[in-house]
């Protein structure tokens, strides 16, 4: 047993003699003072390298020595703190009280975005989530938030800037110290009145003025202007640039206008047309209204219905929901209707989800949702991504009769235009009828003019008499 023990003590020995040697090799650099031994960041053990030395751990750092003796155990190694990594959390700066307010990721489809505007001033003070800043990107409006409560100390930034996910945008003072309120009335460019001096300064000045005999100076006639050349009746007068004015287009307009563009490029589009008589579904919706409301929390529209209806119609004539790619024709087995929505600063297309699986009260609370958050700007890119078919309603901004444009990469779009009462026979008399004109525009490459006038013709017959919905008929 004793020569066992002898024969590790030697190979210990041996091989601490090795590291010793081995580490003695990086030069004057290292100071003679030891490494102390406390806890610290990280652990280190030569546990496969050096066999029996496994117990030895020590790190060699600028302005220790490279004594190494035997410790039982995992030896911690001390790091100067010169030496450690300064780390910091997101959204901070290299001072603890300041942090960063950044571009947020914006969606996979989309890189970069126009700074629009500042909703808060330098000075102002914000909670955190608040918004301080909107990027306008191609297809929604985002929020630039306050990741910390505090106070706005500078922008970093300018409107009209194209800024990309992680941009610095703000720089947010926590203790709110050394920030001075600005508001926003006042603007850095005006400058301060002149005070008005007192009056002995004003004789103080007068007397170290010297007094200079002024020489009066014939003013010359003045030239009489030439009068205006005579322009000829026929020459066409344009108005003054003067009475122009150049708006550079948003973000979501020119995107709007370039796929606008491609559609009508693309597509052979033609338009077809027919005539619907409301009544039946504007009664049903005057019988059951009140009561829909008080089971649903939501009012009965007609887009609930016209929904249904092109669901219906969709899934008798399945190559409407059909789109052409490439060499290939793809049937879509599930219905996601877009609806068009005009807000003031464009035209977004937000997405009925499995429209075929949806009751009415499901249709018009989704809707409903959708639209606000519309005209909020606060749709999301998942939200109008998609969609299979779409609907246009004109109507409501009193549209008589319209041929939409096809949303790509859809195949076909309905639509809806204003009610109006007409004459109309009805078992052989003439009678007032509430009729609205519905129009069907398609890929004539993949849908024939059968298919689009049958497509049409469900419609005016689901929303005539909505009961056919009921008996599948």
């Not at 050096?50 to 600028?62: I, K």
Request: charged content about 25%; proline content about 8%; overall charge positive.
């Amino acid at each position: 047993m004793l020569g066992v023990l002898r024969r590790k003590v030697v190979s210990s020995a041996s091989t601490t003699s090795c590291v010793r040697k081995s580490l003695h090799t990086v030069g004057p650099a290292i100071s003679s003072s030891r490494i102390p031994f406390a806890a610290a960041e990280e652990t280190s053990l030569l546990t496969r390298q050096c066999g029996h030395a496994r117990n030895f751990s020590q790190l060699v750092l600028p302005g220790c020595s490279s004594n190494l003796r035997p410790e039982r155990g995992a030896v911690i190694n001390l790091w100067s703190s010169a030496t450690l990594p300064n780390w910091s959390r997101p959204f901070c700066a290299n001072s603890g009280d300041q942090v960063d307010a950044v571009v947020p990721f914006m969606g996979e489809s989309i890189s970069d975005g126009t700074l629009a505007k500042f909703l808060k001033n330098p000075g102002d003070r914000v909670e955190v989530d608040e918004p301080i800043a909107q990027i306008e990107t191609d297809k929604v409006t985002i929020d630039v938030t306050s990741p910390e409560a505090g106070v706005i100390q500078k922008f970093v930034a300018n409107e009209g800037d194209t800024v990309e996910p992680g941009y610095k945008v703000a720089i947010i003072s926590k203790s709110g110290e050394g920030v001075e309120h600005v508001p926003a009335s006042k603007k850095p460019s005006e400058k301060a009145a002149p005070q008005p001096s007192s009056p002995a300064e004003d004789k103080k000045e007068e007397k170290a003025k010297p007094q200079v005999e002024t020489i009066p100076v014939k003013e010359k006639p003045k030239e009489s202007s030439p009068p205006p050349p005579k322009r000829s009746p026929t020459e066409l007068q344009l108005p003054p640039k003067e009475r122009e004015r150049r708006v550079p287009m948003t973000r979501l307009r020119k995107r709007v206008a370039t796929r606008l563009k491609d559609s009508q490029n693309t597509f052979a589009m033609l338009t077809t047309f027919n005539e619907v008589d409301m009544t039946n579904l504007m009664k049903l919706r005057t019988d059951y209204k009140d009561a829909f409301v008080e089971k649903h929390g939501v009012k009965l529209g007609f887009m609930s219905g016209f929904v249904k209806a092109a669901v219906s119609a969709l899934q008798s004539q399945p190559i409407v929901n059909a789109v052409i790619d490439g060499d290939d024709i793809i049937y879509r087995d599930y219905i996601d209707i877009s609806i068009a929505v005009g807000t003031p600063k464009g035209l977004v297309v937000p997405v009925l989800r499995n429209a075929e699986q949806m009751n009415f009260a499901e249709i018009e609370k989704t809707i409903n949702g959708l639209a606000k958050k519309a005209n909020d700007g606060s749709l999301s890119i998942d939200e109008m991504a998609g969609g299979s078919f779409t609907i246009s309603n004109g109507g409501v901004y009193g549209s008589l009769l319209s041929t939409p444009i096809i949303n790509p990469p859809q195949s076909a779009i309905l639509g809806m235009h204003s009610i109006v009462s007409r004459p109309m026979v009805v078992g052989g008399n003439i009678v007032p009828r509430p009729m609205m004109y519905i129009a069907l525009t398609y890929d004539h490459r993949l849908i024939d003019g059968r298919e689009a006038v049958f497509f049409l013709r469900r419609i005016k017959d689901v929303v005539e008499d909505p009961r056919r919905l009921l008996l599948d008929v």
